[in-house]
């Protein structure tokens, strides 16, 4: 811990002085008894000061919540001298705000205490909470310590997610059981289908009213009902923000949304983080996927990077053919919108939800900048053409409306559309 | 202000000297500069002594009392331009009240012992008197000093 002194120890000193050396000169003991009091509480003061032996330490009554939630904070401070007045002072990141206690809080420490806060998580990430500055005045004040301490805490802060009715159903469905109604026929409940009956069909299999109506054996057909792969691409190479919200935002909570809905019904989920850095996590099904897919997007940081990135970094596997790639993208990025295409023109089934970057820009408030964001929504509006053209759905999603609209748009489009071959 | 109320002549002279004093001290306080604290104390103090250049030579018991209140002004005063962080605790002010109370009582009883060993009935002379000087100097320097050390 640095010690620093008081502007008053100088002050005193000089005060004290001052009036000695007058006392002497002027040969009038009045003066040296107005300075007696300075001269006195500097003695007493440089007599006492000693270094208190601080100790702090940082405890959190959980390591993980949701956006929203709050938490208790512990702080543990230990002297082993009394501290008149402590000072401390809890450094949280950006995103944790304290909605109940003092921060900074003054207190006087005999012993030891525990100062109490509520801090309340306001946005989604992981943080590392713990670091301490401390400012130890002794009883005269003429000295400060002052010191910091690292605990670094580790704290996962999960987004919220939406409530989805539905879920995006891919054109293609995989070889596992799951919840997901395949197009083929097979084992299955989902009625599809009569035909004749054939060497090898099992008698339960034969639907007897319609047997005894054309006269001969027929039986149902089923569909099976099997896992899906999705992918989730988010795009991270851009983000418009405003106040506390942005696209990226969005995206994370549009990801582990969708990410713990299709892994609760038995589905496999990857991701692929498309940025600055380059990340990705194979799919794969169950809790731990689902937690591993949302710890790599509390990492999700935009990262300026001028490299030209191309999909085909991505590994094969993270990629499997027939998955449902849902791309979750403001679609500022010349580049992640090449990568798209380009999944499209490998034949991904993708589907493109659009964080709308519209409700965090200004239309403007000259008559040049309003053209100039006109012709920006136009270009916008030539893009989504391309991807409908392309056979991509593309639907908005502004900050503030629920996830499901655009899964329902995303759904509609996929109802009246046929896959082109681009 | 207590010096020109109580001196003979010139105390508008000193009313001067010690609106000055106060003057510096509010523009300290204004404009957070804790560095000209002790300038305007030492004008308030410039103002007392200058009371003995027009008074009798009457020993004045006030002193101790003076340099009690010059002490708690100074303190009140590098109280406000302190950097303190933090809503204190229940108990903390006064605590710290108390504290203050404790040495401005201790400063006046300081002054007391000083006004009263200079009353004391003891032959002078030049070697007394330099013994005093030394004694002063020596003081000062070795608070002095380890102030600086202690920085």
Do not use: C
Not at chain 1, 65 to 89: C, F, Q, S, Y
Not at chain 1, 229 to 252: G, I
Not at chain 1, 323 to 332: D, K
Not at chain 1, 392 to 403: C, F, M, S, T
């Amino acid at each position: 811990m640095s010690r620093e002194a008081s502007p008053r120890l100088a002050a005193y000193a000089v005060l004290g002085g001052l009036a000695l050396i007058a006392a002497l000169v002027t040969r009038r003991p009045e003066l040296a008894a107005l300075g007696a009091p300075f001269l006195l509480v500097l003695g007493a003061g440089l007599l006492v000061t000693t270094d208190p032996g601080l100790e702090a330490a940082v405890r959190l009554d959980r390591d993980r919540l949701l956006e929203g939630d709050e938490l208790t904070v512990e702080i543990d401070v230990a002297a082993a001298r009394a501290v008149e007045r402590l000072e401390l002072l809890l450094e949280l990141p950006a995103g944790l705000t304290v909605s109940d206690g003092d921060n900074p809080a003054a207190i006087r420490v005999s012993g030891s205490r525990t100062v109490t806060l509520r801090v309340r998580a306001e946005r989604w990430g992981a943080y590392e909470v713990g670091d301490l500055t401390v400012r130890a005045r002794d009883a005269l004040g003429l000295f400060a310590r002052s010191g910091r301490f690292r605990a670094a805490v580790p704290l996962k802060v999960y987004p919220t997610r939406d409530a989805l009715r539905r879920l995006l159903r891919p054109a293609e469905t995989q070889l596992y059981s799951g919840d997901e109604l395949a197009r083929a026929k097979g084992e299955g409940l989902e009625f599809a289908d009569l035909r004749p009956f054939a060497f090898g069909d099992r008698v339960r299999r034969i639907n007897w009213r319609a047997s005894a109506r054309r006269g001969e054996l027929w039986v149902n057909e089923q569909h099976p009902e099997r896992n899906v792969d999705v992918v989730l691409f988010v795009d991270s190479f851009a983000e418009v923000q405003r106040a506390s919200a942005s696209s990226l935002d969005l995206a994370v909570r549009a990801a582990a949304t969708l990410a713990a809905r299709y892994t609760r019904r038995r589905d496999r989920v990857g991701l692929v983080s498309f940025g600055g850095y380059l990340r990705w996590l194979e799919p794969g099904g169950g809790l731990v996927q689902l937690y591993r897919i949302v710890d790599a997007l509390l990492d999700t940081e935009i990262a300026l990077s001028h490299a030209w990135k191309e999909i085909d970094h991505v590994p094969a596997r993270t990629l499997p053919p027939q998955a449902l790639v849902v791309a979750l993208t403001p679609l500022l990025d010349e580049r992640s919108i090449r990568a798209l295409l380009h999944l499209r023109a490998r034949g991904f089934d993708l589907d493109v939800i659009e964080l709308s970057p519209l409700a965090f820009v200004d239309p403007g408030a000259t008559e040049s900048e309003r053209l100039a964001y006109r012709l920006w929504r136009l270009q916008r509006e030539a893009l989504h053409a391309q991807f409908r053209a392309a056979g991509v759905a593309v639907a908005e999603w502004r900050h503030g409306e629920p996830l499901a609209r655009p899964i329902e748009e995303v759904t509609a489009f996929r109802r009246n559309a046929t896959l082109a071959r681009v | 202000m207590y010096a020109a109320v109580v001196a003979e002549r010139l105390g508008g002279l000193l009313a001067i000297a010690g609106a000055a004093g106060v003057a510096l001290l509010a523009a300290a306080l204004a404009i957070r500069a804790p560095a000209l604290v002790a300038p305007a104390l030492a004008l308030l103090g410039a103002e007392y002594a200058a009371l003995f250049a027009v008074r009798d030579d009457t020993l004045d018991v006030r002193a101790p009392l003076y340099g009690a209140g010059f002490l708690v002004v100074a303190e009140l005063a590098f109280a406000a331009l302190e950097q303190r962080a933090g809503k204190p605790e229940p108990g903390l002010v006064p605590r710290r009240a108390a504290t203050l109370v404790a040495v401005a009582a201790a400063g006046v009883l300081a002054g007391l012992i000083v006004l009263a060993a200079a009353a004391a009935p003891l032959d002078g002379g030049v070697g007394l008197e330099a013994v005093g000087v030394v004694a002063a100097v020596a003081l000062v320097a070795v608070l002095g000093r380890a102030a600086v050390r202690s920085r």
